[in-house]
């Protein structure tokens, strides 16, 4: 059970008590309601008492309120839930908290992937039964949550310990979850891994964070649950904890439930896993999806669309005739061709000879190729 005496504060006056409504009025003495009467605001007066001066251990509780007209009830959580566990991980991946601002908190998530945003938006909702809205950020190209909620921010930093303001290098697995159960560790693991996990090219699941406490603790759990982790104990040349998981791995299928369904990394590992599946219906078809699910974010990088034509006008090609017509390393072919033969548009055999080199073959047939379908 959460330590939810830290809800409130001493410093708390009239307009910024938190109030709490019983599932079961008779459960408040008669006293407590006639003594508390003054210290309410009008619009709560029938159903609301203030939570410090309840027994919430023993007497079932409904909704938390400030005491105010502008107040959002809120579900009363004792314990640490499934989604809850993945806001956590969430928050400890992209999200943010600060105190500068008139409003007690504000806690911030933004990330380019707008499923996970909505999946964030859908765990709030479910745990503490409000909803904000996701905006799309223009400026930086990402999806949005803020949530400006007195007693959520005081959840958070009060009841779990979660750091406001810069958290990079010293974000950790809260306490809390660190003493929960397996299941309860585990969708921690997916609410980090779904906002700050990666899915590379060549399949590859990799995650880093300048933080040693997270990295040590996310280790930690991910090896009560027997999965098979390759991980440093020093960082890279960036300063980063980073460890990785190769689609080779036997264990790779199991990764797929440590991503939140639905979201653009699990669409990833799903695919790894089963390849895909998706006839397309024309080039055009093909060159949209390579838009959509490998987009170009820097103008000077080749795109698959560019990589696709390149091989198309060239026929069956050496892998230095496609580096020389486009300008790029022969190394930087590598996660192209990766992704072109798993659609099945080439494929690729070992010449022989005094030259040994690797021949890439256009599969000219289109009913044979086969895309993402998340396009």
């Known amino acids: 059970m959460l330590d939810l005496f830290k809800l409130h504060k001493n ?15 008779k459960d ?5 309601w006639k003594k508390t009467e003054k210290a309410k605001v009008n619009r709560f007066r029938k159903e609301y008492v203030p939570f410090y001066l309840i027994d919430w251990k023993n007497i079932e509780i409904d909704k938390l309120v400030v005491n105010n007209t502008c107040g959002r009830p809120i579900n009363f959580i004792p314990y640490i839930t499934e989604d809850f566990s993945k806001i956590l991980g969430a928050l400890c991946a992209d999200g943010h908290i600060t105190t500068k601002s008139k409003a007690d908190y504000i806690i911030q998530l933004a990330d380019y992937d707008k499923d996970a945003v909505y999946a964030y938006q859908r765990w709030i909702r479910n745990t503490f039964g409000t909803e904000y809205k996701v905006k799309k950020d223009y400026t930086s190209n990402c999806w949005r ?25 010293t974000i950790r697995v809260p306490r809390v979850i660190m003493q929960s159960n397996p299941e309860i560790q585990k969708e921690f693991i997916t609410g980090v891994l779904t906002f700050d996990g990666a899915v590379n090219i ?13 990295y040590l603790g996310m280790i930690g759990i991910l090896k009560k649950t027997g999965m098979n982790v390759r991980y440093k104990k020093v960082t890279d040349k960036n300063g980063f904890w980073r460890f990785h998981i190769c689609r080779s791995n036997r264990t790779y299928g199991k990764w797929l439930h440590f991503f ?4 653009e990394k699990w669409e990833k ?9 998706k006839t397309p219906n024309s080039e055009e078809d093909v060159l949209m999806t390579f838009e959509k699910v490998f987009p170009s974010k820097n103008r000077n990088i080749v795109s698959f669309s560019n990589f696709y034509e390149c091989i198309k006008n060239l026929g069956n090609c050496s892998i230095r005739d496609v580096a020389e017509n486009l300008n790029i390393d022969k ?20 010449v022989g000879g005094r030259e040994y080199r690797i021949e890439i073959i256009f599969n000219k047939n289109i009913n044979e190729w086969k895309i993402p379908e998340r396009s």
């Open 331 to 350: 190394s930087t072919t590598n996660k192209y061709r990766k992704v072109l033969k798993d659609c099945n548009i080439i494929s690729e055999k070992s």
């Open 269 to 277: 590992v799903k695919e790894n896993i089963e390849g895909f599946k």
């Open 202 to 214: 060549n399949g590859n699941i990799e995650f880093l964070t300048r933080s040693k406490q997270l």
């Open 11 to 25: 410093s708390d006056k009239r307009f910024s008590l938190i109030l709490a409504k019983p599932k079961n009025k």
């Open 28 to 32: 408040i003495p008669s006293k407590l």
């Open 260 to 263: 939140e369904k639905g979201t």
């Open 145 to 169: 949550i803020n949530i400006n909620n007195k007693i959520i921010g005081r959840y958070l930093v009060e009841v779990i310990g979660f750091p406001t303001g810069k958290k990079s290098d």
